[in-house]
């Protein structure tokens, strides 16, 4: 739904660092009424980003399947090239890459710590890492039947103490250097859920093991 997803774009609107982020938002073609949302997303954040660049990912193009790895490849190669043509083209190893999903709510300093956990890394390092904030499922939690909020609080103590100290998987948010995705392809579009294989794919992408770097601080995402 429309206003889901503005929950999620405005928490990002309200950041510290907005005004230095680029907003890509990937539909996918066979979302309802594509264009008027396209239309109603550039009029309420034309002021909020330094760019929205909406994309539309087409349907059922040969090799693909239908999933969040196609339409997040897309958006991020249709961007990247309309940047590129007008003359804006980014600086790899200095452009920092959030793939999201559209039921998170961000706090609204998350991407200058973001900024300063990069910064922090060495330069080799940041071109071998990705960043992963803890996601604490509760979105609506009080809505939720007792075995999926008792399942989300479990997620939340599997991916603090395992997925992330020991670099095993990235999960549904996540950031990572622009040199890295592109080393690694982007995502791969015969898959349908991205943050399954993407860290090996990442890996793969530099021939040596990719860590996953905490940012200390949590977003509220979606129950699962």
């Not at 909406?54 to 999933?67: C, F, K």
């Not at 990069?118 to 904030?133: G, I, M, N, P, V």
Request: glycine share 4%.
């Amino acid at each position: 739904p429309v206003d889901l997803i503005c929950k999620t774009i405005d928490s990002i609107a309200a950041q510290t660092r907005a005004k230095g982020i680029i907003m890509v938002i990937g539909l996918e073609e066979r979302t309802p009424d594509y264009e008027s949302k396209i239309e109603y997303f550039e009029n309420r954040y034309k002021n909020s980003f330094h760019k929205l660049i909406p994309t539309v990912h087409p349907y059922n193009i040969p090799g693909e399947v239908a999933g969040t790895c196609s339409n997040v490849n897309w958006a991020i190669r249709q961007s990247t090239t309309q940047l590129r043509d007008e003359g804006t083209p980014l600086d790899p190893e200095m452009t920092l890459v959030t793939k999201m999903d559209t039921d998170a709510m961000f706090l609204p300093n998350h991407f200058e710590i973001l900024e300063r956990e990069f910064l922090k890394l060495s330069k080799a390092q940041r071109l071998e890492y990705t960043f992963q904030s803890p996601l604490m499922y509760n979105l609506s939690l009080d809505e939720r039947w007792f075995f999926t909020r008792v399942t989300g609080i479990l997620r939340t103590y599997f991916m603090l103490g395992f997925l992330i100290p020991h670099s095993i998987n990235t999960m549904s948010i996540y950031h990572l250097s622009l040199s890295l995705a592109r080393n690694a392809g982007y995502w791969i579009p015969n898959y349908q859920m991205e943050d399954i294989i993407q860290n090996l794919n990442f890996m793969c992408g530099i021939g040596k093991q990719v860590r996953i770097h905490l940012l200390p601080l949590p977003v509220v995402s979606g129950p699962t």
